[in-house]
């Protein structure tokens, strides 16, 4: 599955997996009384923007999806609703529609809306397996393939799950969201910059959507304990086709 605006050789990051019919809606089966999954037709990440339960994950991700749900070592897998979409960026905002699972939320991160400089340590944490996984690396550069300046270019390697998941600097500020990577190059990555995602929230008029913090939660924590705080706000999304 290849970005066919940019080039074939830029990669979506989504992992695909088998699914079954079954549980399309719903996502899952019921046997005895513990609940078993259908599996999902593809998976990636995703992280929240506010303390309401709104999310942000890749468009390629959810597209022509049946349903979509998330999940992390925190929350139980729940439902969430497609709100924007920017085709340009490839971007989606979703909604987790349980306001249960939302309610205690305290988002520890925002979107940094600075220029970044190349060099700059940077980190990533998404689903490209079941577990949270971290990746650290550096801005290689400030424009993405074929010199797009909607884009960064890390060098952090970004596998299958990576999709939608936040590219982050030293002080956890989300500076980017991963989009694919170059597949004939190791430790080759793609991110949406911050300020194109702010001012794309923006155009579709959507500014209620984002939480900006004022004092950043996380500056100057150890990146370990940057991870504790910040691994609850981010999900596994699993979606559901009928193809």
């Known amino acids: 599955n290849l970005f066919k605006q940019q080039s074939n050789q830029i990669t979506e990051l989504g992992l695909k997996l088998k699914a079954t019919n079954e549980g399309i809606v719903e996502g899952l089966t019921r046997s005895s009384q513990k609940v078993v999954y259908a599996p999902a037709n593809l998976e990636g990440s995703a992280f929240a923007i506010n303390n309401a339960g709104y999310i942000i994950t890749s468009l390629h991700m959810i597209k022509e999806a049946d349903s979509v749900f998330v999940e992390n070592s925190t929350m139980q897998r729940t439902n969430a609703k497609v709100i924007l979409t920017d085709s340009h960026l490839d971007l989606a905002v979703l909604k987790i529609e349980d306001q249960d699972a939302v309610k205690d939320w305290q988002v520890p991160f925002s979107f940094s809306g600075k220029t970044n400089d190349i060099g700059e340590k940077v980190f990533t944490l998404g689903y490209p397996r079941k577990d949270i996984v971290y990746g650290e690396g550096a801005l290689s550069s400030l424009s ?3 010199n797009d300046t909607c884009m ?3 060098s952090i390697p970004v596998n299958p799950g990576n999709s939608g998941g936040p590219l982050c600097d030293e002080n956890g ?8 990577k170059i597949s004939s190059a190791e430790a080759t990555g793609f991110a949406i910059k911050s300020a194109e995602i702010l001012q794309s929230i923006h155009n579709l008029g959507a500014d209620s959507v984002l939480s900006i913090t004022k004092k950043p939660a996380l500056k100057g924590l150890k990146r370990t304990e940057q ?3 910040m691994s609850p706000y981010i999900f596994n999304v699993l979606v559901y086709k009928s193809e």
């Open 152 to 154: 960064y270019q890390v």
């Open 173 to 180: 500020n989300i500076i980017g969201v991963i989009r694919g």
């Open 227 to 229: 991870i504790k705080r």
């Open 144 to 146: 993405g393939y074929n």
